[in-house]
């Protein structure tokens, strides 16, 4: 039966539903925040009869649930860019921020580590992860937004020296304010195994922690220690955490970093399948280019550039393979590499960033040539892999593109000109598998009674153009999206509309 008074019919696109089934041709009627039905066919009775306060003819465009970003880094970009542009351009309706241990509570360190992305603004205070939301839900951008617990931040708040180990009083600190996220509705808790200050926790302290994470049914994302020759370990300590507590994992940005490493994630992803055999609902996802990015004190830190030094978390690395993102006091250098900055200043590229780091700390951001192009046809193309950009939303350099351009770059390079996957499984690791992931209710399909976060795009056309060179381009290709049931990109400009929303783990 149709629904005769909807708000919005979308007429003749065809449905990618984030099944993973093939797309069919059909209407879909939206009432208030949610869809009000879905016919396919094209003589349905039904759909004829509805009257809509909007009709949008649809015909050659593809119809998905709006896509789930489920590794970013926007925790406060939604509060500064509330329209959420480089986002919602791509088609993104739900945004998870909070990942590689990089939170928004405690508001003090916190606001330290976000500095490093946003350091022109003043940023704001909240009481935990509960007054976050609070904030989120006063001033909503045009995204969804659902939450994980970072687990450095956590660190930084509750130990007095944050590079040692938990006192007993220390580590129950983390749990109490974990487990206090969590009833506030956060999906789960991040680390970053790299960084200052993760890097110096052991599995015994994480495994604390996702106990409290299982109990509640959330999940653990982790940047892992080391996504270079250490990959398969890390790839185990994760388990490891899954198999003691029950917890969900997700590997985060599944790689594996220099030349010397490249091929071993045909042995990671043997790892998650065993894993899963064993009952371990264990993930991943992956932004679709060979180069990574991050800042550029965790590439010191880690060591990194050292030729004689033992290779840290993210491989060894030369300074022709890393570039300057983000340097707001010396701009000069964005774009440039290592080793240009280098040549100017007459010392070697390990001084240049040592240099960097020490004028500038965390605000300094790198992008670095690590990851073979097989690799990341391999990661994709594997069942285990979601969609996550992780881009960093410096919105003043130049960011790594993938800020702009994952989710189109993956359906327009990835899908339509490689083949690597088809578009219909590439929609489900966008939407419903994410959704299913971290508990996101009724969101994540096209189906009658889901909540109308909708993306129209043209199958034929769609491509990312944000390039390293020049990186703040909305793709091409998207004409349409709706969050909430409301439209926040009409024939490809954003309306200013904001009806996002926090996203709360569903029991
Ligand atoms: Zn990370």
New binding site residues.
């Given amino acids: 039966m149709g629904t005769p008074h909807v708000d919005v019919a979308i007429r003749g696109a065809r449905i990618y539903d984030g099944s993973g089934g093939e797309g069919r041709v059909g209407d879909v009627a939206v009432a208030g925040d949610r869809i009000a039905a879905v016919s396919l066919g094209s003589d349905d009775e039904g759909s004829r009869a509805w009257r809509a306060g909007r009709e949008i003819d649809a015909r050659g465009l593809a119809l998905a649930p709006g896509f789930i970003d489920v590794h970013s880094h926007d925790d406060l970009a939604v509060l500064l860019y509330p329209e959420m542009r480089f986002k919602v351009m791509q088609g993104v309706t739900t945004d998870v921020v909070g990942?590689?241990g990089f939170g928004v509570a405690p508001a003090g360190p916190a606001s330290a580590v976000f500095r490093a992305f946003h350091p022109a603004h003043q940023l704001g205070g909240w009481d935990g992860y509960r007054g976050y939301m609070e904030v989120v839900e006063r001033e909503p951008p045009s995204v969804n937004v659902a939450v994980l617990a970072g687990h450095g931040t956590l660190r930084l708040g509750a130990m007095a020296q944050p590079r040692g180990q938990p006192s007993a009083g220390e580590l129950m600190q983390m749990q109490a304010w974990l487990e206090a996220a969590l009833e506030a509705g956060a999906l789960g808790f991040s680390t970053?195994l790299i960084y200052d200050p993760g890097r110096a926790a052991r599995a015994e302290e994480i495994v604390a922690l996702a106990h409290v994470a299982a109990a509640a049914g959330g999940l653990y994302a982790t940047?892992m220690r080391n996504e270079a020759s250490g990959l398969l370990d890390s790839i185990r300590e994760t388990l490891l955490v899954g198999e003691a507590t029950g917890v969900a994992v997700q590997v985060?940005?599944h790689k594996a970093a220099g030349r010397e490493n490249w091929g071993r994630v045909r042995d990671s992803l043997r790892l998650l399948e065993a894993a899963r055999a064993g009952g371990l609902d264990a993930t991943a996802d992956q932004y679709p280019y060979t180069s990574a990015s991050t800042v550029l004190a965790a590439i010191v830190e880690n060591d990194a550039l050292n030729p004689r030094g033992n290779a840290g978390g993210l491989g060894r690395v030369d300074g022709t393979n890393v570039s300057l993102a983000s340097a707001p006091r010396h701009p000069k250098y964005e774009g440039k590499t290592l080793a240009d900055v280098a040549a100017v200043r007459g010392i070697s590229a390990e001084a240049a960033a040592q240099w960097l780091v020490d004028s500038e700390g965390l605000a300094v951001t790198a992008i670095i040539e690590v990851m073979d192009e097989h690799d990341v046809r391999t990661v994709l193309a594997h069942p285990t892999t979601m969609v996550g950009s992780?881009g960093i939303p410096t919105l003043d350099g130049k960011p790594h593109p993938r800020l702009y351009g994952t989710f189109a770059r993956v359906l327009g390079y990835y899908v339509r000109e490689a083949g690597v996957l088809s578009l219909a499984e590439a929609v489900h690791r966008m939407t419903a598998l994410p959704a299913a992931k971290f508990r996101l209710r009724d969101r994540g399909a096209v189906h009658t009674g889901a909540f109308a976060d909708l993306v129209l795009f043209d199958p034929a056309t769609i491509r990312d153009t944000a390039t390293y060179a020049d990186p703040h381009h909305h793709p091409l290709g998207i004409a349409h999206v709706f969050v909430n049931g409301v439209q926040v990109v009409r024939d490809g400009v954003h309306t200013g509309a904001r009806p996002g929303r926090v996203l709360r783990r569903a029991g």
């Fill in positions: 990942n590689c970053g940047h985060s940005h992780d």
